[in-house]
């Protein structure tokens, strides 16, 4: 199984509104990321988390704010974003780096911000 | 330093020709590279990757080539088919090593149409 389930699948929100986008992974895998993809772009890193801690932070304003529950799930809290926040967010994983470490990506959330 | 130049940016192939799509990166102490398909609406596949230690790899009608001299990388799509028709991601990483991070520097893409 190489799968990496995101929810919702869609999202609309308004520019006061407090949202969580929730992604999942069962591979095992301890490194999980965040990426932001624009239209006919390519992903964008915004955040890793390695053994459930937060290792690196591509400078992401704080309206958007990641937390790793446990080792299966990865969210990604918004709050106050802009409407060019709207994007495609995919959540990945991989195994921490070494000599196995394809990344996985999820179907991502399609985010709207109104 | 950083970047991973790819090109072309988009590229027409007749069914059953071959797909050539380039990438160039400057770091040299980038140790993966990977090759995402993705189709619209869709998060990238992970279609076919390589490290530095090997020029070919071939998995089905998919191979990369590698060059490490020059820096260069390509995937090559034989047969193309219309169902292949989607946009292709190089990308490059640092996987070993104690100063790794396990961040995908991604190529700007290639828009790949198959004509039937």
């Known amino acids: 199984d190489t799968e990496v389930t995101q929810t919702p699948k869609h999202l609309v929100m308004g520019m006061t509104n407090k949202k969580s986008l929730k992604c999942e992974q069962h591979?095992?895998?301890?490194?999980m990321y965040w990426y932001k993809q624009k239209a006919k772009k390519p992903p964008e890193l915004m955040f890793v988390y390695s053994y459930e801690k937060l290792s690196i932070n591509e400078s992401v304003p704080s309206r958007f704010s990641p937390e790793c529950p446990n080792s299966s799930l990865l969210n990604l809290h918004l709050h106050a974003l802009q409407p060019e926040d709207s994007a495609l967010y995919l959540c990945?994983?991989?195994?921490?780096?070494?000599?196995?470490?394809?990344?996985?990506f999820g179907q991502g959330t399609r985010l709207t911000v109104v | 330093q950083q970047q991973v130049k790819q090109s072309p940016q988009s590229l027409i192939v007749q069914k059953g020709g071959i797909s050539i799509i380039n990438c160039a990166y400057e770091n040299t102490a980038f140790d993966y590279f990977p090759w995402y398909q993705q189709f619209p609406g869709k998060g990238p596949a992970l279609l076919i990757a390589i490290r530095p230690d090997v020029s070919e790899k071939k998995e089905g009608r998919f191979t990369i080539s590698f060059n490490k001299s020059a820096k260069q990388f390509s995937l090559h799509i034989m047969d193309s088919q219309p169902g292949d028709s989607a946009t292709y991601f190089c990308?490059?990483?640092?996987?070993?090593?104690?100063?790794?991070?396990?961040?995908?520097?991604f190529g700007q893409g290639t828009t790949l149409q198959v004509k039937p």
């Open positions: 990308a490059a990483s640092k996987v070993t090593g104690s100063s790794n991070t396990g961040k995908l520097i």
């Open positions: 591979m095992g895998h301890r490194a």
């Open positions: 990945a994983s991989s195994q921490v780096w070494g000599t196995n470490t394809e990344a996985f």
